[in-house]
């Protein structure tokens, strides 16, 4: 029969607040932009099917492009930025473990 390996133990867990704290933050600001991106597209809807008389459609179809941009590609950028951001910070927290490993054991 073959061995089975016995189980890895995993640590445990521990969200740390203050990234939890900017999280939040970056899912409200998301969140913000998205629905300001649904408005605007309501608004170049309006526009561009000629409901306000004095503008003429082609704003409406520039700003309709404009709010489609904010609502797909703007809030997918800004979490890249963030992820990027934490993993940078992770990596160098790593790094300094690595490069000191008596600092775990005096900050103990």
Known sequence: MS???PPVEE???VPDPEKEKQAKAIHVTVSIIR?????LLIVGIVIA???MPPIPSWP???IIVIALFQMWFVPVWLIRQFVK????EEEL???EQIDDPDKIENDA
């Not at 629905?35 to 408005?39: D, T």
């Not at 951001?85 to 940078?88: D, G, T, Y």
């Open 3 to 5: 061995e089975q390996s």
């Open 93 to 95: 927290e790593r790094q």
């Open 35 to 39: 629905l300001l991106g649904v408005a």
């Open 11 to 13: 640590t445990e867990y």
């Open 60 to 62: 409406g179809y520039a």
């Open 49 to 51: 099917t000629e409901r």
């Open 85 to 88: 951001a934490r993993v940078a």
